[in-house]
């Protein structure tokens, strides 16, 4: 207690020993499980922290995006699929008043190949800037190594047709990093 005359006003704030049901509910709070892999149990009121993930999410949007099920374009004729991906750049995990969220500015380079209206087609494509706050204006830059007609209409129609794709793979990267 503070040596003032209103001391005896302030509760005693000297730690107490739980016994009993009070120890056995605090034990069972502290081993409960977290529901989320972003927020830190010392911030019961979640209103901020962040938490680099970039090594984490580059690795899973690698392993995303050349995943045998994942798909840049398809229709009759046409099958065109990531065989290699590389991913730099920065990732975070935010828990923002108790709701994780995942914010990322990636840059990805992958070869694509596959088959474009029959024919077998390859190239590569650029992706400057993925960022997680404007997955609507991804900027795709497909471009075709070989030099023939169908590899050059292929990129063409990635470039409008991909979009959907990579913006479901960047929304499976932040469900897949922010699940417990």
């Not at 529901?35 to 979640?46: L, R, Y």
């Not at 045998?68 to 730099?88: M, N, P, Q, W, Y």
């Not at 935010?94 to 190239?123: A, D, H, M, Q």
Request: hydrophobic fraction near 35%.
């Amino acid at each position: 207690k503070r040596d003032i005359g209103d001391a005896h006003v302030l509760p005693a704030c000297t730690p107490q020993k739980l016994e009993g049901e009070e120890k056995t509910a605090a034990t069972e709070k502290a081993d409960a499980p977290r529901t989320s892999s972003v927020g830190s149990s010392w911030n019961a009121a979640g209103t901020w922290e962040e938490k680099d993930m970039s090594v984490g999410a580059r690795a899973e949007l690698e392993r995303i995006l050349c995943d045998e099920g994942f798909v840049l374009l398809e229709a009759e004729g046409t099958r065109i699929c990531v065989c290699k991906a590389t991913v730099s750049g920065d990732s975070q995990a935010y828990n923002i008043r108790g709701r994780p969220r995942l914010g990322f500015e990636l840059k990805v380079s992958c070869s694509w190949k596959g088959t474009f209206e029959g024919e077998e087609v390859s190239g590569e494509m650029q992706i400057p800037e993925l960022d997680s706050s404007d997955l609507d204006g991804i900027d795709l830059r497909p471009t075709s190594k070989k030099g023939n007609e169908a590899a050059k209409k292929a990129a063409d129609a990635l470039k409008k047709g991909a979009r959907p794709a990579i913006r479901k793979a960047a929304e499976q990267l932040s469900a897949n990093m922010l699940k417990a």
